[in-house]
């Protein structure tokens, strides 16, 4: 009788018609030897010792060849000997089953002798089946999603976790399972299905792992039979290649076992009986990188991830706050996906948080390796080659095409793209794109938009580049947005609502970088062209206005030289390079052309434009009369044309241009005529060369108001002025508006409200790339700091601002800052400077056509005599006396009002009190409002002096 008929054996097994007897070294089948060789031998022992366990790789090779180094195939190869020897697979036999990922294991049933005793037979059932791999260490912002998913598969028992690739959905799953393990005794089992390249080993491969074991081929009734009474956690991983199979099981499974949970990972619904589905989001990004503090972006788990992974890559740098926006905007790029976020992340290291932010656009990004070792993640390239591959050769196609959209797109835009006649079937596409979680869709009212996420557009456009299809697509894409823009192509005259235009910006200058490339069509840039520069324009995106007004221009045939469209573009021109470059020449040549061209066509629209920017050229020049001249001259071409809003700006025009050259009295009544009118008409808003006149209207009539001496009338007009450009959420509006407000609220001493309007003024400029107006900022800030004594300090925001401005040859605002610096200078121990600059100030504005400014230089003037020599008085009198005269003939009684108190406190230093005290009462007491006001307090002060007796006291 052989050992295996003998109760008494030791390492004696059988299985099916065979027994192996580990001392002797033998395998037998029924009364004959099998003829094996020695390694299989070993790895059949070791198989049959530990059945129904999943044995790996490495432990079975270094069981095997324990001295020497072999690669896994020699493990494939005796395996498959194995099998063969066993007739494995043969009429329904299973012994060897292969666990993806994992290993092997023995599945027949064994029963064994050892010490004398008969072990029970291996894996009758699923008794602490716990496959999980090992948690992560630490998982950043999944914690709620985690809490969330674990209560629904409690209540609902099937769950899917879906989302696109590297968004996380495995580790989510894993999370899951090991938080859900001791709710199910252990008795987890987690299947990596990604090995898995046929639907059929889909049951098998389930089977194996919650050890549904049998001498005949699994089958799904029997695994569901096999688990329908059991208490057990699936989690399938990554089951978006064998969807067909997994959800013919998952189905049955639910079905059949009351206790059976299921979690899925999916980049596709599986769409079947008893499952709820859990979209996996991004990882939370900040929403505006706009004055962003480190705090603040830490609070952000996509931001914590991407430290945490720069740190572990070697980068060692404390995040600043400098850095903080860069690094949103990172993460901001890679939309939240965890693994974009490490594998630019793990870069940190070797290109700097700036240098990544350069590079995040570049397709190199795509074969960057990230930190995990699945294979499908190694790369973002791969993760998207797994989605990719598993597309159908129209859905690549339409995939690819749609890269070519920057932003999000509709189906219109989609159909306008893709060469493809049936409306129906590219929806139907889409769809299923959607469904696979390769482009997103967003639902706003009835409107559906959908879009590609940053890392999965630049792998489609590296794949619409490998089927020679770019520029094709890209000749489309430019075309559609040429036609589209074509209403405004021709409307840059009027007032119009650019809101359903704006979010399409991306894409249009995209397609204008196309079309003026080697690559492009630059008709098509010149018809593109012709509509983006009205839009960049009425979106205050002055410097895209600027950079492809050229570009067109320059791109202009024969046959559109000098015609309107051509006239336009170089409006277009002159109101962008205004502000971007300043007052420079290239803007004097832009609007010169411009009103020859205008006049040349007897087009009067344009003449009105471009003399409304030769107004504003002149203006910002200092050339106060040139400015006038051209208001003149609107105001002739208005009234030819007769139309009500042409009028109104004409008045509001000759008001600033009054202002500016010191006839207040003359100024406030063109500004009166201007608002009536404007009311009776139902005139609000009327933009031209980037800002709305009502507001420049508004803020100089503050200013005419405070200098006529109504300070009460003017702070209200200010703030009306502030409010309506605020409303209109238009950056060069408010810029303009804030800039020519402030000095309203310093001159009348309320020093926080001109402080909170500097800083918005610097930080709207800045945003916008605004320069002169960011210097005009910074020049207010230092006359506040003038103001409040902080002297050195002011001195230094002057001449930062001046060094600016003058570059930009801003004269207009030169003057105003030159000024302060000459009182500041004065005030700080430096006459001689401070006497070069103010002599030089009186000098340009007594020999040009006139500035309200005078009055008030003649009295800083004065101010610097004195700091300079107190003897010279005689000298500083004649310069008060000569501004008071100034400021008498333009009206401007607030000027009048500031020399009359300094001529007061240098006749009460010299003994002449009583005609000190009498000069400057006469000036007080032509005041109506405004008393608590800083200059009418001073006044005041002077005024109380023993002796002095005043109406208003």
Known sequence: MDDCGNPHAKGVFSFGPFCLITTERLLQKGDERVQIGGRALDILIMLVERAGEVISHTDLISRVWPDITVEEANLRVNIAGLRKALGDGRDGARYIANVPGRGYCFVAPVQSWAQGGVSSAAMVGPVRIQTLPVRLERMIGRDETVKTVVAEVASRRFVSIVGPGGVGKTTVALAVAHAMASDFGDAVCFADLSALHDGALVVPAIASSVGCISQTQDSLPRLSAFLADKRILLVLDSCEHVMESVALMTERLFRDGAFVHIVTTTREALRVEGENIHMLQSLDSPRSEVGLTVVEALASSAVQLFMDRAAAGGYRHELSDEEAPIIAGICRQLDGIPLAIEVVASRAGAYGLTGLARLINDRLILHWRGRRSHLRHQTLQVALDWSYNLLSEPEQAIFSTLSVFVGAFTLEMAQAVIDEPDVLEVANVIARLVEKSLVSVSQTGDARSYRLLDTTRAYAAFKLVRRGEENVIARRHALYYAERLAPIRSNILRDRNLSSYSRHVGDIKAALEWSFSTSGDASVGVALGAGAVPLFLGLSMLSECRFWCEQTIRALGEEDRGTKLELALQLSLAISSIYV?????????????????????????????????????????????????????????????????????????????????????????????????????????????????????????????????????????????????????????????????????????????????????????????????????????????????????????LRTALSTLQEERQYILSFAFSRALAEGLARSGHPAEATTIIDALVADATRGSGTFELPNLLRVQAEVQLAAAPANWPAAEASLIGSLDCAREQSALGWELRSAIALCRLWVDHGRVDEGHHGLAQVYERFSEGFDTADLTEARRWLRAPGVRSSHD
């Open 581 to 797: 470059l300043g007052n420079s020449d290239e803007v004097g040549t832009a609007l010169e052309r411009g009103i020859t061209l205008a006049d040349s066509l007897g087009d009067s629209e344009y003449q009105l434009h471009l003399l409304a920017g030769l107004n504003l050229f002149r203006t910002r020049l200092a050339d106060f009369g040139g400015a006038l001249a051209a208001a003149e001259r609107y105001v002739a071409v208005a009234k030819e044309v007769g139309r009500p809003r042409e009028i109104v700006a004409a008045e509001w025009m000759l008001g600033a241009s009054y202002h500016l050259i010191g006839n207040q009295a003359a100024a406030r009544h063109s500004y009166k005529i201007g608002f009536e009118r404007a009311v009776a008409a139902g005139i609000s808003q009327m933009h031209s060369y980037g800002y709305d006149h009502q507001v420049r209207a508004l803020i100089g009539d503050a200013r005419a108001l405070w200098l006529c001496g109504f300070p009460d009338q003017a702070a209200r007009r200010a703030h009306q002025g502030i409010e309506v450009a605020e409303r209109q959420n238009h950056p060069v509006s408010l810029c303009i508006c804030l800039l020519y407000v402030i000095p309203v609220f310093l001159w009348r001493g309320d020093q926080l409200i001109a402080e909170d309007l500097i800083e918005r003024l610097i930080a709207c400029a800045g945003k916008h790339s605004l320069a002169p107006y960011h210097a005009g900022g910074l020049g207010l800030r230092g006359e506040l700091m003038l103001a409040r004594g902080r002297t050195m300090l002011g001195v230094e925001a």
